[in-house]
């Protein structure tokens, strides 16, 4: 009996063969699954490009004078990337404290209202359109209603321009981790006589609480590299400030800077700034991830 059905099976698999269009459709597949692979292998190699690029010029530039040493001269021998560090690391901090409440409350909203209410509609059209933003559009927004008015750049400019771009990121993806959460413990939340506020705040939010983290992780990593606002709103400082009133270093304007200027130092010192932007940005990827695989509602 075995030996009927086994050649039963060879025999369909030989007619199958031979079939043309089952032929056509394996040389297909085949073809699409090599064309998948060359692309997936271009763009690995095109990354690994730039990355080794980029650790090979960077690391000759680190040292700890780039730390603790401002941003030298023109044609001066030495420096480092104290002040705009600094004045990165206050922009981001400060832009992540305002971003982080705003986004997730928004989320939420959208999430627990957005099937009923025609302004959570609108809302997340308005999050859909400020996510597909150019940056230099929102930097040149603030530029109209801030700067032009109080005459003046400022790190506060700054602030509001990349904290504008990090709001979306955190609402989308509020928005969506709540989506995930089962509907049953939304349910029994309610069966317990809890009211819908502290369903969304203390039991929906509590359960995505990770992929929330992870939000406000990617929105950091996306604001950190921004170039384009920041040449409209904060400028830039040569020297060491901590005025968030006035024209303050950054990172992407200073490598912005000192890449296109004809002095080595300066090149050398674009390129470790470069490296610790991205270096960073990769951390917080990273550290995202993990948490995401932490905890996924089931």
């Known amino acids: 009996m075995s030996q009927t059905v086994q050649a039963g099976v060879q025999h369909a698999d030989q007619a199958q063969a031979m079939n043309p269009v089952y032929r056509k459709r394996l040389m297909q597949h085949r073809m699409g699954m090599l064309f998948s692979f060359l692309a997936m292998g271009l763009g690995l190699f095109v990354l690994a490009w730039i990355l080794l690029t980029l650790v090979f010029k960077g690391v000759a ?5 780039l730390l603790t040493e401002n941003t ?21 901090g ?17 999430a627990e209202y957005g099937e009923e209410s025609k302004l959570a509609q609108v809302t997340r059209f308005v999050t859909d359109i400020m996510l597909s933003a150019p940056s230099i559009v929102i930097g040149l927004f603030i530029y109209a209603i801030y700067v032009a008015n109080v005459g003046h750049f400022s790190g506060w400019a700054g602030t509001f321009a990349i904290s504008l ?26 069966a317990l006589g809890a009211p819908r506020w502290k369903v969304a705040i203390i039991v929906r939010l509590r ?13 950091v990593a996306r604001i950190s590299g921004e170039t384009a606002p920041l040449l409209f709103t904060a400028l830039n400082n040569q020297f060491f400030s901590t005025n968030m009133n006035r024209p303050i270093a950054n990172l992407p304007v200073v ?15 674009a390129w470790g700034g470069a490296l610790l932007i991205t270096f960073s940005v990769l951390l917080l990827n990273v550290l995202s991830r993990t948490l995401f695989k932490q905890q996924i509602p089931g």
Do not use: C, H
């Open 165 to 190: 771009i990090a709001i979306p990121v955190v609402v989308r993806t509020t928005d969506n981790m709540l989506k995930l959460v089962p509907s049953g413990l939304r349910e029994a939340a309610f």
């Open 255 to 269: 490598i912005n800077q000192f890449a296109m200027s004809p002095y080595d130092n300066w090149v050398s010192l």
């Open 94 to 110: 400060i832009s992540t404290l305002i971003s982080t409440p705003i986004g997730i409350l928004a989320g939420v909203y959208l």
């Open 61 to 65: 530039a680190l040292n700890l004078g």
């Open 72 to 92: 030298p001269g023109p044609g001066d021998a030495g420096g480092g990337l104290l002040n705009p560090i600094v004045g990165s690391l206050m922009m981001v």
């Open 207 to 219: 359960a995505v609480k990770a992929g929330v983290v992870t939000g406000v992780l990617l929105a």
